[in-house]
């Protein structure tokens, strides 16, 4: 009886082990194979990104090479370390590339692509990811309308302290209604990734 | 041949898993707010049905009875992460467009359902294209909702095509209703629900009128779509 079991058992097992072992060769193959045009894809789809917020003309490094890791801040939100990308011409600095957090969107996280010239006035900004409803407070997004370019060429200099706000706080910048608590939160982590470029202007250049 | 034919007509209209069956709803739902994504992610999970009933098929009596699940699972998890790497390395927007469903796949219920109740009875041939047929029927129906749900909501057709196609595609997206404000139900979860079960009523509505006019046409039934 027990032999029997064992027996029994270890066939199981082993067909088991088989299959295992056969699919697992399969996406080890597969993954092989995949790995450089994964890569490739997803080198090309940042690029593509970064050339909406910083022109070709801007710079002429390869922005994905040029890169520094930047430990968690409370100005940008960073949890984990991010890498911000520098743009340059010529070696002398031209712009930056910030990963920054808006933490309190209306459905939790916002995350932003900040691109701020070296002169500290932005170049553009982008929204990476949020889980904003859909229909109202997606106008972020550059699919859908326009309202993110409202920070391009904007500065600290060019906008005091308090007019870094939505127009329904005493601010300068325009939202759609329906949805305040959307733009509110970007405002304040541009502003704030403002803030920190100011600061640490040397630094990331280095 | 005839053993193919019903086997089609099964799958895309008598058992179709998404009007019929019900089964696997939760991309159903999740995925069909477009055209694009409902037929993307309606595709890529009859390539994985196929693939799956293809590969249990051949072995179906090596594999012992007590572990025939874990097996299966085994074979359709690692089929859904080539797929996955495969989208992911050579159509990255559309990866990111479908997102979490992909894997997703693994855990759908119709897929394991068709390995256990036909791969493990039938040959490799008339398997895979069981599997491939219950595909296609998920796919007409999630491209069906998603072009209801995109048309309502947002007066457009084929949105999104060129993140399947590339860029030279966009042409194609057509704007239905233009000057449209959207209707924003339809794009959110009520809609699809909404939507599937108006899909289902009309199913019905087909079949009862089928039945009652000749009682024994089934055998020349024509899929609908």
């Known amino acids: ?206 | 041949m005839n053993q193919y034919k019903e086997i089609a007509v099964n799958g895309l209209w008598k058992q179709n898993t998404g009007v019929v069956q019900l089964l696997g709803l939760c991309p159903t739902l999740a995925v069909s707010t477009s055209i694009v994504n409902g037929a993307s992610l309606g595709l890529a999970t009859a390539v994985v049905m196929a693939f799956a009933n293809g590969a249990v098929s051949p072995v179906r009596k090596l594999v012992p009875a007590e572990i025939r699940v874990a097996v299966f699972i085994l074979v359709i998890a690692s089929l859904v992460t080539v797929i996955d790497l495969t989208i992911h390395g050579f159509a990255e927007p559309l990866h990111k467009a479908l997102g979490i469903f992909i894997p997703l796949i693994v855990v759908n219920c119709i897929v394991l359902a068709r390995v256990e109740s036909f791969a493990a009875k039938n040959t490799p041939v008339p398997s895979m294209f069981d599997g491939f047929m219950m595909g296609l029927g998920l796919t007409s129906v999630l491209a069906i909702l998603g072009g209801i749900r995109e048309l309502v909501g947002k007066g457009t057709l084929l949105s999104g095509i060129d993140l399947a196609l590339g860029p030279q595609a966009k042409g194609l997206v057509m704007h239905v209703i233009p000057d449209y404000h959207g209707f924003l139900l339809a794009i959110l979860p009520p809609g699809a629900f909404i939507g599937l079960g108006c899909l289902i009523a009309a199913r019905n509505w087909a079949e009862q009128r089928k039945t009652n006019v000749t009682p024994s046409a089934s055998g020349s039934l024509k899929p609908a779509h």
């Open chain 1, 1 to 206: 009886m027990t032999e029997s079991i064992f027996k029994h058992s270890s066939k199981t097992a082993f067909t088991l082990i088989a299959f295992a072992f056969v699919f697992t060769a399969l996406l080890a193959y597969v993954f092989n194979i995949t790995k450089a045009p994964i890569e490739k894809s997803e080198a090309e789809a940042r690029k593509a990104l970064f050339r909406q917020i910083v022109p070709e003309s801007m710079h002429n490094n390869d922005l994905l090479k040029d890169s520094i890791s930047i430990a968690p801040n409370e100005l940008l939100g960073n949890k984990e370390p991010i890498v911000a990308n520098r743009a340059r011409i010529d070696n002398a600095p031209a712009a930056v590339i910030l990963e920054a957090v808006a933490p309190d969107g209306y459905k939790g996280n916002i995350k932003l692509l900040i691109a701020i010239k070296f002169d500290g006035s932005i170049a553009g900004v982008r929204v990476l990811a949020h889980t904003e409803t859909p229909g109202l407070g997606d106008y972020i997004e550059i699919a859908k309308s326009n309202w993110i370019k409202l920070f391009d060429g904007e500065s600290l200099q060019k906008t005091d302290d308090r007019g870094w706000a939505v127009k329904k706080d005493g601010g300068q910048f325009d939202y759609m209604a329906g949805a305040t608590i959307t733009p509110r939160a970007i405002v304040k982590a541009v502003h704030k990734t403002l803030q920190y470029y100011a600061a640490n202007k040397e630094a990331l250049f280095k």
